[in-house]
């Protein structure tokens, strides 16, 4: 009898905790839920906390709160210009409707790909309408905006709320790389080109002034050269002259030594004169009187008072 106590007593203790544990559930801080019965919402718990349903008859669906990572498939979008572009966008979002992301999307997995989905058609709308330049320059974000614009109206049918939708990465298909490589190759040999002729028109000018600039000063040189080398052709005839006049006689005995040195000078000099030519007349008689002539050698000249 006590043991049938004992058993039917422990039997009723597990029940109870049983039941107890079936009615109780925690929602976490990080997690929001919907409490469901046969299917049917009867309510949604947003709070964290220690909560009650009915055992066996009612049960919880857990939805995660907190801002949610989503990476898009990289894929292949045809720009305006034909130019083929792979893109790989990502996008960040939050549920903030449970029982209506329940009810369109049923679980995250299934929202993911519904995600996808809103994100490369956007992708493709906005980015097919451009040329691949537009991506290039400050157009991107507003191309982005126009996107992120499209999915967040789309999503809200899912009880989420999108915050950003990114582009990761935007490259050039490999059939396009190249044509657009060489083309830019071109491009800056072009540019190379025009800057290296430009430089060479510049260096031929300025190699140009500068000649000019030379052959004006060589100019202005040699005039003032011949200027100064006249004025002294003309003291030194000055000089002579009034020395000439001052003594004709020393004046010619100097310019015979001269004549001596010259031609004498270095030794192997050859003449054939006669010993009465006029040449040597200062060294048959110091006063240069010619041999044989009666007429006395000029009386010096007086000096000038």
Known sequence: MNRTILTALAVLIAAVVVVGM????????????????????VRTIREPGLNAKVPFIQNV?????????FDADAQEVIMADQKRLVVDAFARYRIEDPLQFFRA?????????????IVNSSL???????PFSAVLTSRRAELMRQISDVVVTE??????????????????HPDNSQAIFDRMKTEREREARQERAEGAETAQRIRAEAERDR???????????????????????????????????FYAFY?????????????TATMVLTP??????YFRDRSGTPAGSNTPAPAPARPRQ
Do not use: C, P, W
């Open 276 to 281: 009465d030519s006029e040449f040597f007349r």
């Open 155 to 172: 999503a809200k049918q899912f009880g989420v709320t999108v915050q950003d939708v990114r582009i990761m990465r935007a490259d050039l």
């Open 124 to 130: 493709r709308n906005v980015l097919g309408s451009v």
């Open 22 to 41: 079936s009615s109780l559930f925690t929602v976490h801080q990080a997690q929001q839920a919907l409490v469901l019965q046969f299917g049917e919402h």
């Open 215 to 249: 052959t004006v000063v060589l100019a202005d040189a040699h005039r003032q050269s011949n200027i100064l080398r006249g004025q002294g052709d003309g003291e030194a005839t000055k000089i002579f002259a009034d020395a000439f006049n001052r003594d004709a006689e």
């Open 61 to 69: 669906v857990y939805f995660d709160k907190r801002l949610l990572d």
């Open 255 to 267: 310019r015979s030594l001269q004549a001596y040195q010259r031609s004498l000078a270095d030794g």
């Open 105 to 117: 999307a049923g679980n995250e997995a299934n929202m993911r790909a519904r995600l996808g989905a």
